[in-house]
């Protein structure tokens, strides 16, 4: 069974920091470019960040760049992602997702509520 669940989400005061996990399972890891994308309450999915299979290759969506970083342990079959600098627009669930060939896995989500 494939499974992505992310963690790390939670409540974090404006100019604050969190840092998201997925952990995947079920399918081969290293197979797939992950990628990080968020739903903003009464908005559409919104693309956040991308690593290439291997991790040579990142990607930031341009409204958030420079405050972001992610990661990946081919080895431990996670993804990571570092976001500093959070505002209150950030406040959305984020949801990891793999991709490839036109396939795709999503997790659950997680929610960041950012916030004073």
């Known amino acids: 069974e494939v499974q992505l669940v992310e963690s790390g989400g939670g409540l974090v005061q404006p100019g604050g920091s969190l840092r998201l996990s997925c952990a995947a399972s079920?399918?081969?890891?290293?197979?797939?470019?992950m990628s990080w994308v968020r739903q903003v309450p009464g908005k559409g999915l919104e693309w956040v960040s991308a690593i290439s299979w291997s991790g040579d290759d990142t990607y930031y969506a341009e409204s958030m760049k420079g405050r972001l970083s992610i990661s990946r342990d081919n080895a431990k079959n996670t993804m990571s992602l570092q976001m500093n600098s959070l505002q209150s627009e950030d406040t959305a669930v984020y949801y990891c997702k793999a991709v490839r060939d036109g396939l795709d896995y999503w997790g659950q989500g997680t929610q960041v509520t950012v916030s004073s």
């Open positions: 079920g399918f081969t890891f290293d197979d797939y470019a």
